[in-house]
C-alpha cells in the first residue's frame, strides 16, 4: 500500500498522478480521481479569488491520517491526497483525491471517504474575495463551514 499526501501551492498534474496510482501489476482494477475546483457559485456576486491557509504539520498529519483510516477499512492499492494553498482563482483545481483498488466500489467509497472527511477534519481556512457588482470594490471574508458537509461526513 502506498500513500501520497502533499500540501502544496502549486497546481498538480491529473495525469502523473493517474499514472502513479496505476499499480504495474495485474490485480489493480480500478482508480477513482476527484478533482475539486475553485467555483464562481454566488451570483448575482463575482468571486474574484479564494485564499487558502493551512495548519502545517498538522494539515498532512490529519490527511495522512485520512489516508490510512481509508486503507483500514477498504481494499486499496495505492490515494493520493494533494490540498493546494496560496491564492487560487474560479476555475483553478484545488484537491485532488485518488485512489486505486482491485474493485470499483472499494475505490468509489475510499474516495468519498477521504473527501468527506477532508472537508470536515483537515485544519484548511478559506478565504473568498467578492466583488459584489461590477462597480464595488472587492470584499473578503473567511468561509464558515457548512452544515450540509457535516451530514455527509458523519455518514461514515
Known amino acids: 500500500m502506498s500513500n501520497v499526501v502533499r500540501v502544496q501551492m502549486e497546481n498538480f498534474d491529473l ?35 479564494l485564499e487558502l ?8 498529519t490529519m490527511l495522512e491520517n485520512l489516508s490510512m483510516q481509508a486503507s483500514a477499512r477498504w481494499e486499496l492499492q495505492r490515494t493520493t491526497i494533494i490540498h493546494r494553498t496560496g491564492k487560487l482563482l474560479p476555475g483553478d483545481q484545488i484537491v485532488l483525491v485518488g485512489v486505486s483498488s482491485a474493485h470499483r466500489t472499494d475505490a468509489f467509497e475510499a474516495a468519498q471517504f477521504i473527501m468527506d472527511k477532508l472537508k470536515t477534519s483537515a485544519p484548511f481556512w478559506k ?11 472587492p470584499e473578503s ?8 458537509d457535516e451530514q455527509l461526513a458523519r455518514r461514515w
Not at 499514472?19 to 467555483?39: E, H, Y
Not at 491557509?53 to 498532512?60: D, G
Not at 478565504?127 to 470594490?137: G, R, V
Not at 471574508?141 to 450540509?148: G, I, L, R, T
Open 127 to 137: 478565504k473568498e474575495t467578492l466583488k459584489p457588482n461590477p462597480d464595488s470594490k
Open 53 to 60: 491557509e493551512h495548519y502545517p504539520l498538522m494539515t498532512e
Open 15 to 49: 495525469n502523473k498522478e493517474y499514472d502513479r496510482l496505476i499499480t504495474k501489476n495485474s490485480t489493480c482494477g480500478a482508480v477513482v480521481l476527484f478533482s475539486g475546483l475553485v467555483r464562481d457559485f454566488i451570483p448575482p456576486q463575482q468571486l474574484v479569488s
Open 141 to 148: 471574508y473567511w468561509v464558515s463551514a457548512k452544515d450540509s
